[in-house]
């Protein structure tokens, strides 16, 4: 029988043997993910193996450890870009514009930046090739949090908060936060933080404008529990195992 007819079974016996692809996704050591297996812990395609024969294919096996995704699969990309302020958020742009995709040049295949920060906007964006996992993300029935700090014009009023959190009318319908607080201020600024899992387009700036604060500088640090962290400005990393097993809880993958 040629590789082309192949059966589904016969193609998962001459997969990788579980245990060894856990090894090299990083879960854990051979011997330690064998135990993990016996324990009951693994789940390939929506099944709890317990067997230590199991082979799987790393391309399309979907594997959950203690009900967390895990990502075996090399060719799947997730990546945090920090974007810098002035860049189009587009992969390219036909009258020559900085754009993110200036900084993603050098990477092969078809990537996806989930949702948009405007021109003016900073901070964090993800990039993937897994479309589902971008759609999900970006659709509102997800309700996927997203932090912002934001540069206001002071003084904030103390109702400010409460009021945010009840809703302010907007062209489009009223908007929102989830969460509210006041970080810092100083000479006539402030500095607040906003969480919101809105994803209207310019929504953060439109909102704290109608509330009478325009932004003058807006950061995104949060999606999730993925956090921007210490990443200089256009600087590009690699999410780590557990920070992309939270964006795909998020959205039940």
Do not use: W
Request: with cysteine; proline share 4%; glycine share 10%.
């Amino acid at each position: 029988m040629t590789s082309e007819h192949r059966s589904p079974t016969n193609a998962a016996a001459e997969g990788v043997r579980l245990q060894k692809v856990l090894s090299q996704a990083g879960v854990a050591s051979r011997r330690a993910a064998e135990e993990m297996i016996l324990e009951g812990r693994i789940e390939v395609d929506g099944e709890v193996v317990t067997e230590l024969g199991r082979r799987v294919d790393p391309a399309v096996a979907v594997i959950h450890v203690d009900g967390n995704r895990v990502v075996v699969n090399d060719e799947t990309v997730h990546l945090l870009l920090n974007k810098p302020r002035g860049i189009l958020c587009t992969m390219s742009d036909d009258q020559g514009r900085p754009c993110i995709g200036d900084y993603l040049r050098e990477r092969e295949g078809k990537l996806f930046h989930v949702g948009r920060l405007d021109q003016d906007t900073e901070g964090l964006l993800l990039i993937t090739n897994d479309g589902e996992l971008a759609h999900r993300l970006m659709h509102p029935s997800y309700r996927v949090t997203k932090t912002y700090l934001a540069e206001v014009l002071g003084p904030i009023p103390k109702d400010l908060g409460r009021r945010l959190r009840a809703g302010i009318e907007l062209d489009d319908g009223v908007a929102k936060v989830d969460r509210f607080k006041l970080v810092d201020v100083n000479q006539g600024r402030a500095l607040v933080e906003v969480v919101l899992h809105e994803g209207r387009k310019r929504i953060v700036r439109r909102l704290l404008k109608a509330a009478g604060h325009p932004v003058q500088r807006l950061v995104r640090t949060a999606i999730g529990e993925v956090q921007l962290g210490n990443e200089r400005p256009g600087a590009i990393r690699r999410l780590n195992r557990q920070e992309v097993g939270s964006l795909y809880g998020l959205v039940g993958m």
